[in-house]
């Protein structure tokens, strides 16, 4: 499982309305080449703060993931998950 930025914490727990979308940022590898022992996944497997978790297929052929890799905590707004 891909390790939490603690910084994306937000101030008070995410809840969604039924039919309401939300949001975690994903970062699979490093942008600037810093990142260590990548392999390509086709799987990513996320947690939840209840601890569930949920496994997602990746595009046809995986993509690149690095020690880089990182996950957001959930957000209701897109635009604050992609941030981190």
């Known amino acids: ?16 309305a039924p039919g309401e979308s939300g949001y975690a940022g994903v970062r699979l590898s490093s942008g600037d080449g810093s990142g260590e022992n990548g ?12 601890g569930s978790i949920a496994t997602v297929k990746l595009p046809s052929g995986g993509v690149y993931v690095d020690t880089a890799l990182m996950v957001t905590y959930w957000q209701t707004d897109a635009s604050n998950a992609l941030e981190y």
């Open 1 to 16: 499982m891909p390790p939490v930025a603690k910084s994306s914490k937000p101030q008070s727990l995410t809840t969604l």
């Open 39 to 50: 392999y390509d996944a086709n799987t990513l497997t996320i947690p939840f703060e209840d």
